[in-house]
């Protein structure tokens, strides 16, 4: 049973919230263009986009571990609900 609010969120049915927006761009977005912060744009989380961009993604670093924490499903956008795999 899914429910949509706002056009963002959507429910399990485990009653667990989970993001809608798509995890497949969000991987392409981190993996060529995450020194860029273009995931965190993505997920509306603009603060830490902009420190990304001006870190070039902390030296790649943050872009790396950003890129892995996608893959496992655990990044989470701007309302704190986690992207998942649909």
Do not use: C
């Not at 969120?9 to 919230?17: G, L, M, T």
């Not at 981190?30 to 995931?39: D, N, P, Q, R």
């Not at 790649?60 to 499903?73: C, E, K, M, T």
């Amino acid at each position: 049973m899914s429910s949509t609010t706002e056009g963002r969120i959507v429910s399990d049915s485990n009653a667990q919230k989970r993001s809608d927006l798509n995890i497949f761009l969000m991987l392409v977005l981190s993996f060529f263009l995450g020194v860029f912060g273009a995931h965190r744009f993505y997920a509306q989380r603009y603060l830490s986009a902009v420190i990304q961009l001006l870190t070039l993604g902390g030296l790649g670093i943050w872009a790396l571990v950003d890129f892995i924490i996608i893959a496992f499903g655990e990044f989470k956008d701007s309302y704190g609900y986690k992207v998942r795999y649909p």
